[in-house]
């Protein structure tokens, strides 16, 4: 069996695939092309064109990571080959923790209190109660739906929202267009962990963002196709460093969105020009919610492979759902 592995710490993986599977020839895409050419698995994260073209002999595709939008997106891709994406993996728990520090982040006041700091104001506000802050989870995946169970178990109200009907313990769940309108109406935070496919690209737009009550702030760990960002800049109201925003209301709080955790972003890196960094209201990381774990990614791949060498089917990704 011929791995090739593409990512950027690709020789990290070398070693341990090399290590688990020792009877496999294990190469990275840096390896001399006669070197590399006639694989039969590929192990990647965002491989380039080129190396689908040169080679003939794939029969599987393991995506080193949740979102296989890059993967299918490339159009070097060969259609057929099954895909098999990482499920989890480890990327759960650091995912939870980002998207608890930014609920948190609104639901005690961090913002407004950042700011008052730039005042040298002390003022204590009001605690707002966990139990009427609605959280709406957009996207019940593998990882989607441990961050909405996780927020429910943390005392909040928590809606989930996925294309298909699901139940999850302790979260309300809603479907389809209409179950997506009704969720909207009753969250102070929106979470959007969907994937990045034809059926949610800018699903978060001027009329999605209308939906929310007042106030309400959207955090995106997820993919950045998923928002329309002109709208996104307009529910937040005009960027004004020293109040926070246009005709402040006290809080520095103009638009009809109160702030955005950032973390995936249409273009990435996210361009110097964009406005999105000069927002006082938006908090921007570099794709950073959940990167992925090596060991617990490791044990996926190996199964996989070795299943793949017995013979056996794997699991693999819907490319006409997109995930
Ligand atoms: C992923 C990611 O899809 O890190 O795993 O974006």
């Keep these: 069996m011929q791995i090739l592995i593409h990512s950027a710490d690709a020789e990290q993986w070398q070693t341990a695939i090399a290590k688990a599977l020792p009877k496999a020839k294990v190469i990275t895409s840096d390896a001399a092309l006669e070197e590399r050419q006639d694989a039969d698995y ?12 040169e080679q003939q002999a794939l029969k599987g595709i393991i995506n080193l990571g949740a979102g296989v939008d890059a993967l299918l997106n490339n159009p070097a891709l060969p259609a057929g080959i099954p895909i098999v994406k990482l499920r989890d993996a480890g990327m759960a728990d650091p995912m939870i923790d980002y998207v608890r520090y930014a609920v948190l982040h609104f639901q005690r006041d961090f913002d407004h209190y950042a700011r008052q700091q730039a ?23 593998a990882i989607g739906a441990r961050v909405a169970q996780a927020l429910a178990a943390d005392g909040f109200p928590v809606h989930g929202w996925s294309r298909h009907p699901k139940a999850l313990d302790g979260v309300r769940c809603y479907h389809g267009k209409e179950g997506l309108a009704t969720l909207l109406g009753q969250v102070k935070s929106l979470v959007t962990l969907l994937p990045n496919t034809p059926a949610t690209r800018g699903i ?49 709080d103009t638009g009809r969105l109160r702030g955005a955790v950032l973390d995936a972003f249409a273009r990435e890196p996210l ?28 044990e996926q791949v190996i199964d996989t492979l070795r299943a793949w060498q017995a013979g056996e089917q794997v699991p693999s990704i819907d490319p006409s759902a997109g995930y």
Aim: net charge negative.
């Design 119 to 141: 005042r040298r104001q002390w003022l204590e506000r009001p605690l707002a109660s966990k139990a009427e802050w609605g959280i709406g989870v957009l996207g019940l995946g």
């Design 204 to 252: 978060i737009n001027a009329e999605t963002l209308a939906a929310l009550p007042q106030g309400a702030s959207l955090i995106n760990p997820g993919r950045g196709s998923l928002i329309d960002e002109a709208a996104l800049l307009d529910a937040l109201g005009p960027a004004n460093a020293e109040t926070g925003g246009g005709k402040d209301d006290g809080n520095g």
């Design 271 to 298: 361009p110097a020009e964009s406005p999105l960094w000069r927002h006082p209201h938006v908090l921007i990381t570099p794709h950073m919610a959940a990167p992925t774990p090596r060991g617990a990614a490791l």
């Design 42 to 53: 590929l192990v990647a994260w965002q491989p380039p064109g080129w190396l689908f073209e």
